[in-house]
């Protein structure tokens, strides 16, 4: 059971827009800690997509974008193309027990 | 530009130690936070604590009585102990800079595959 909620998947055909949603509580995302987002190609290491709930890593397409509000985040993909397809983490901090990162649990983007 | 090698033993005993080093190359350990994070083959990404290079250590609580972060700025290096594993800390192990509130991971190193097995 991750501390951060994401669902386990989503699909989209080409071309359209998919989000992936993070869902914290009052002691990570709630508290004001950033969220950020990995991409996952199989096999290969993850990769930061989003870092400060909303910043594009130098090389990352202006097709990703993130924001956040209250206790959850988002990630939004537009014009969708088949090497998105990926597993996607979201990541924070959590100020309970002395303080941790966590993870959400992945979501798996299928384009159809 | 900084990058990340995990090195350490393939394969540990169950109830053993495993012990995992993560060599920092092309800038200095000094001056940020670094993680270990593993997966599980299959499952997704759990973080497993961090250490600032001053010394100073958070853990995943779950993980906790059992972890060990340690750094050895001399040779740009930091350290994983995880002690009376059993199958299910079969995992790639990677290591990362960044990890402290509000700071991200990145860059990782390449993972390394860590089996518990007799």
């Given at each position: 059971q991750s501390v951060l909620t994401q669902p386990p998947s989503v699909s989209g055909a080409p071309g359209q827009r998919v989000t992936i949603s993070c869902t914290g509580s009052s002691s990570n995302i709630g508290a004001g800690y950033d969220v950020h987002w990995y991409k996952q190609l199989p096999g290969t290491v993850p990769k930061l997509?989003?870092?400060?709930?909303s910043n594009r890593p130098s090389?990352?397409?202006?097709r990703f974008s993130g924001s956040k509000s209250g206790t959850s985040a988002s990630l939004a993909i537009t014009?969708?193309?088949?090497?998105?397809e990926a597993d996607y983490y979201c990541q924070s901090y959590d100020s309970s027990l002395s303080g941790s990162g966590v993870f959400g649990g992945g979501t798996k983007l299928t384009v159809l | 530009q900084v990058q990340l090698q995990e090195s350490g033993p393939g394969l540990v005993k169950p109830s053993e130690t495993l012990s995992l080093t993560c060599t920092v190359s092309g800038g200095s350990i000094s001056s940020y936070y670094w993680s270990w994070i593993r997966q599980p083959p299959g499952k997704g990404l759990e973080w497993i604590g961090n250490i600032y290079y001053s010394g100073s250590t958070n853990y995943n609580p779950s993980l906790k009585s059992r972890v060990t972060i340690s750094v050895d700025t001399s040779k740009n290096q930091f350290s994983l102990k995880l002690s009376?594993?059993?199958?299910?800390?079969?995992a790639v192990y990677y290591c990362a800079r960044g990890g402290a509130p509000n700071v991200w991971l990145?860059?990782?190193?390449q993972g390394t595959l860590v089996t518990v097995s007799s």
């Open positions: 997509l989003i870092y400060g709930n090389g990352v397409p202006d014009g969708l193309q088949a090497e998105d | 009376s594993v059993t199958a299910a800390d079969t990145d860059p990782w190193g």
